[in-house]
């Protein structure tokens, strides 16, 4: 069974600061990996999908990357704004089926 | 361009009584339909997943129904609600398996 785990669950920093979301998955056999951001009280918007043959997506001040050997996932963000702030979740689907499994989120907190 | 309805955006209903929840996308055919549910603090569960009109799958068993009349509607049902199906619904649909999945904006139920 594929499990999703993400570190830290909560992240605070300072505006401007270039920062680091960490995502780990069991099963190595996935046929993509997704992030997305949630606001609170909305739906998750999608922002970077990432197929397994892939090692990156970009874009604009994301960066995720993928190391599908080690079961891992990075998001990069860039110049952090107080508007990043959010709860960010990556998810992966598994090869056998049309299904995703989350992990459980890092919030994050920009500071002016 | 594509874009999903998820109605309503809150609901407040007794033990006891029905539900119905409906989502409805548009600007695309034939998509795979997703329901989840997020509870407070917890990550995302998936219940129900359509990959076409009358062909539902179920994930979880639970006192809840999904069912798909048309190609683009997917409808969320309880006969009966208990206080633990409070939580926030979520639909979701993509395109094919290797596209991003996309995300209404959720229903708010609490069950009193």
């Known amino acids: 069974k594929q499990e999703v785990t993400q570190i830290p669950a909560a992240l605070s920093v300072p505006e401007g600061e270039n920062l680091v979301l960490n995502c780990s998955f069991t099963?190595?056999?996935?046929?993509?990996l997704q992030w997305f951001r949630q606001d609170p009280g909305k739906g998750l918007t999608s922002l970077l999908l990432?197929?397994?043959?892939?090692r990156e997506q970009t874009s604009g001040r994301l960066n995720a990357s993928l190391d599908k050997s080690s079961g891992r996932s990075t998001l990069y963000i860039a110049a952090s704004q107080p508007g990043d702030s959010a709860t960010y979740l990556c998810a992966v689907k598994g090869t056998s089926g049309s299904r995703l499994t989350f992990g459980e989120g890092t919030q994050l907190t920009v500071n002016p | 361009s594509q874009t999903i309805h998820q109605w309503p955006a809150t609901l407040v209903q007794p033990v006891g009584s029905p539900l119905s929840l409906e989502c409805t996308v548009e600007?695309?055919?034939?998509?795979?339909l997703y329901w989840y549910r997020q509870a407070a603090g917890r990550g995302l569960q998936l219940l129900f997943y359509?990959?076409?009109?009358?062909?539902i799958s179920s994930e979880v068993p639970q006192n809840l129904s999904a069912s798909r009349p048309q190609d683009r509607q997917f409808i969320l049902s309880s006969k009966k609600l208990l206080l633990s199906d409070s939580g926030f619904y979520l639909c979701a649909w993509t395109q094919r398996r290797n596209s991003p999945l996309h995300f209404g904006n959720g229903t708010r139920l609490t069950v009193t």
């Open positions: 099963d190595s056999a996935i046929y993509n």
């Open positions: 359509s990959v076409g009109i009358g062909q």
């Open positions: 990432i197929q397994s043959s892939q």
């Open positions: 600007g695309t055919s034939n998509p795979n």
